[in-house]
């Protein structure tokens, strides 16, 4: 076999070892994990790991190669330079945080459970891959993305082999030159779901070579903090899911869930400041009910009220000392005079940026959003991230529906950029496999999702019934919305 051959199959030879930086990973995880330690640093949580493909299922060749990794995560420190850049290019991430990171470690002996359980076949190497991690929410945070990237190269790398890297960064490059082609503003969104690193690392080499020639569409960054710091790219995202069930769970309060955990963030970072809002958790008309409220004049941490500054604190006028379970928001990001009516505190709706759509139908989701903004009088352009399982022609599509409606789009293209492949031997699609890691339990208490499209229901059975009914949330159903059909083929 050639050195070429070698390469195009396996990789350079320098290439790191699967996870070995706390920045690979989606900047969201830091953002909730600063706002974790200020409101919630005692809150002990669990999450489950699910995998939608269960058809795709890992070899005890994988299983061991992917327990170990698991293992190596103990060995990752913040370095310097990482800390350095992480205080440049994220000013909202307060120092406080940053030094709590900055001495963090995973424990993963202490905190994650992974196991094997083989088919009843004797002659089959197969069998199904169960994960489990629980401690502090606080120090657990980090592990949802290296677990399920690493899932993913453990299959790539032992079960699915028949491709190679061959042309993956003139994929990359030719997908950013039609996105940017025509317009088009976006970010990559792939670590979760990538083949493997160094795959990712390509697909940035060509996304940059095309952004660098085509300029009629801006490519925004990424949302992996370690490929912004490589790449001299933007790290982008705001929140997760997590964030809304975690308080959901911790207070047990579903019906002033979403206005709480906007209420926390705002008291975390300032109005304005990560102001893309994320809608579905339990359902985008339940989510809107809070959006339209007025932001309160103070938050009222629920824990942990003197755990740290609130962000930018250096430019805060209030003592190191003072109680931060009053801290008047936002320090960093005041809100502008001209948002307020008649002196009244403006709504979220109003300060946040503009929302991101993960879920259902998205054309529907423009129209109730432009009927939402035109109905609380909101004037301003608003941005409509789309992020749920994008290609260029649903970019485009998506794109025109968007600006007809009045909303500047931008898109989070995750899969379609790290693990778009064929199988060498027969030229069909090398499908990714769909895994998720869910938060499952706060406090004792299981954590649930609903969203805008019933094949994302996630958490106890039960629980989301019941969440259901105490909500008054009606199943919508979205002929897009199969999670067993992902990315272009069963799989």
Same mark, same amino acid.
């Given at each position: 076999?050639?050195a070429e051959?070698?390469?195009a199959?396996?990789?350079p +030879?320098?290439?790191p070892n699967?996870?070995?930086s706390?920045l690979d #990973?989606?900047?969201?995880?830091?953002?909730m994990?600063c =706002?974790?330690l200020?409101?919630?640093?005692?809150?002990l949580?669990t999450?489950?790991?699910t995998?939608? #493909?269960?058809?795709?299922r890992l070899?005890r060749e994988?299983?061991?190669w992917?327990? +170990?990794q698991?293992?190596k995560l103990?060995?990752i420190? $913040?370095s310097?330079?990482?800390?350095?850049?992480?205080r440049?290019a994220?000013?909202?991430?307060n120092?406080p *945080?940053?030094?709590?990171?900055?001495? &963090?470690r995973?424990?993963?002996s202490?905190q994650v !459970?992974?196991?094997f359980?083989p088919?009843?076949?004797?002659a089959s !190497?197969?069998?199904?891959i169960h994960?489990?991690?629980k401690?502090?929410w606080?120090?657990t945070?980090l592990?949802?993305?290296?677990?399920l990237?690493?899932?993913s190269?453990a299959y790539? /790398?032992?079960c699915?082999?028949d491709w190679?890297?061959k042309?993956?960064e003139?994929?990359?490059?030719?997908?950013?030159?039609k996105?940017?082609?025509?317009?088009?503003?976006?970010?990559?969104?792939g670590? %979760? %779901?990538?083949?493997?690193?160094? #795959?990712?690392d390509l697909?940035? +080499?060509g996304?940059? %070579?095309a952004a660098s020639?085509?300029k009629?569409g801006? $490519?925004s960054g990424?949302?992996n903090?370690h490929?912004?710091?490589?790449?001299?790219l933007s790290?982008?995202g705001?929140? =997760?899911?997590?964030?809304?069930?975690?308080?959901?769970?911790?207070t047990?309060d579903?019906?002033?869930a979403s206005?709480?955990?906007?209420?926390?963030w705002?008291g975390?970072?300032?109005?304005g400041?990560l102001g893309?809002? $994320?809608?579905? @958790?339990f359902g985008?008309r339940?989510f809107l009910?809070? &959006?339209?409220?007025?932001?309160?004049?103070?938050?009222t941490?629920?824990?942990?009220?003197? =755990?740290?500054?609130?962000?930018?604190?250096a430019?805060?006028?209030?003592?190191?000392t003072d109680n931060?379970?009053? @801290?008047?928001?936002?320090?960093?990001?005041?809100i502008?005079?001209?948002?307020?009516t008649?002196?009244?505190q403006?709504? *979220?709706?109003q300060v946040?940026?503009?929302v991101?759509?993960?879920s259902g139908?998205?054309?529907g989701?423009?129209?109730?959003?432009r009927? &939402?903004?035109?109905?609380l009088?909101? /004037?301003d352009?608003?941005t409509?991230?789309?992020?749920?399982s994008?290609?260029?022609?649903l970019? $485009?599509e998506?794109?025109?529906? +968007?600006e007809?409606a009045?909303?500047?789009?931008t898109?989070?293209?995750?899969t379609?950029?790290?693990n778009?492949?064929?199988n #060498?031997?027969?030229?069909k699609?090398?499908n990714p496999?769909n895994?998720?890691i869910?938060?499952?339990?706060v406090?004792?208490?299981? =954590?649930?999702?609903?969203?805008?499209?019933?094949g994302?229901n @996630?958490?106890?059975k039960?629980?989301?019934e019941?969440?259901?009914?105490?909500?008054g949330?009606v199943e919508r159903?979205w002929?897009?919305?199969?999670e067993?059909s992902?990315?272009?083929?069963k799989g």
């Amino acid at each position: 076999m050639s050195a070429e051959h070698r390469e195009a199959r396996n990789g350079p +030879a320098t290439i790191p070892n699967a996870i070995s930086s706390f920045l690979d #990973t989606d900047l969201y995880k830091l953002t909730m994990q600063c =706002a974790i330690l200020k409101y919630f640093p005692n809150v002990l949580v669990t999450y489950a790991f699910t995998n939608r #493909t269960p058809q795709m299922r890992l070899s005890r060749e994988a299983y061991d190669w992917l327990d +170990a990794q698991i293992t190596k995560l103990g060995n990752i420190r $913040l370095s310097t330079e990482e800390l350095a850049y992480l205080r440049t290019a994220c000013p909202y991430l307060n120092e406080p *945080y940053l030094r709590f990171l900055s001495t &963090f470690r995973l424990k993963p002996s202490d905190q994650v !459970s992974v196991s094997f359980t083989p088919d009843a076949d004797p002659a089959s !190497s197969f069998g199904d891959i169960h994960m489990d991690i629980k401690g502090r929410w606080v120090d657990t945070i980090l592990y949802e993305i290296p677990l399920l990237a690493l899932t993913s190269e453990a299959y790539f /790398k032992f079960c699915d082999t028949d491709w190679t890297y061959k042309c993956q960064e003139e994929k990359a490059y030719s997908k950013g030159v039609k996105l940017l082609g025509h317009g088009c503003i976006f970010s990559e969104f792939g670590t %979760r %779901r990538r083949r493997d690193y160094h #795959t990712q690392d390509l697909v940035m +080499a060509g996304l940059k %070579r095309a952004a660098s020639q085509e300029k009629s569409g801006k $490519l925004s960054g990424t949302s992996n903090v370690h490929f912004a710091m490589k790449h001299d790219l933007s790290p982008v995202g705001t929140v =997760a899911h997590e964030w809304f069930m975690g308080i959901a769970a911790f207070t047990n309060d579903y019906e002033h869930a979403s206005e709480t955990a906007l209420e926390y963030w705002v008291g975390c970072f300032g109005a304005g400041v990560l102001g893309i809002a $994320l809608t579905d @958790t339990f359902g985008t008309r339940v989510f809107l009910n809070a &959006f339209k409220r007025s932001i309160p004049a103070y938050t009222t941490a629920a824990e942990g009220s003197v =755990a740290t500054l609130p962000s930018a604190a250096a430019n805060s006028t209030i003592s190191t000392t003072d109680n931060l379970s009053e @801290t008047k928001p936002p320090l960093h990001a005041p809100i502008p005079s001209h948002h307020s009516t008649n002196g009244m505190q403006p709504s *979220y709706a109003q300060v946040f940026n503009g929302v991101r759509q993960d879920s259902g139908d998205p054309e529907g989701f423009v129209k109730m959003m432009r009927h &939402f903004y035109d109905g609380l009088g909101i /004037k301003d352009k608003k941005t409509i991230v789309f992020s749920d399982s994008l290609n260029i022609e649903l970019c $485009l599509e998506y794109k025109q529906a +968007a600006e007809e409606a009045g909303f500047q789009p931008t898109f989070g293209v995750g899969t379609f950029l790290t693990n778009d492949f064929t199988n #060498t031997s027969t030229g069909k699609k090398s499908n990714p496999l769909n895994i998720v890691i869910k938060i499952s339990s706060v406090a004792g208490k299981p =954590a649930i999702k609903i969203s805008d499209n019933v094949g994302k229901n @996630t958490g106890d059975k039960e629980m989301v019934e019941e969440v259901k009914h105490r909500l008054g949330y009606v199943e919508r159903q979205w002929d897009g919305g199969d999670e067993t059909s992902r990315w272009g083929g069963k799989g």
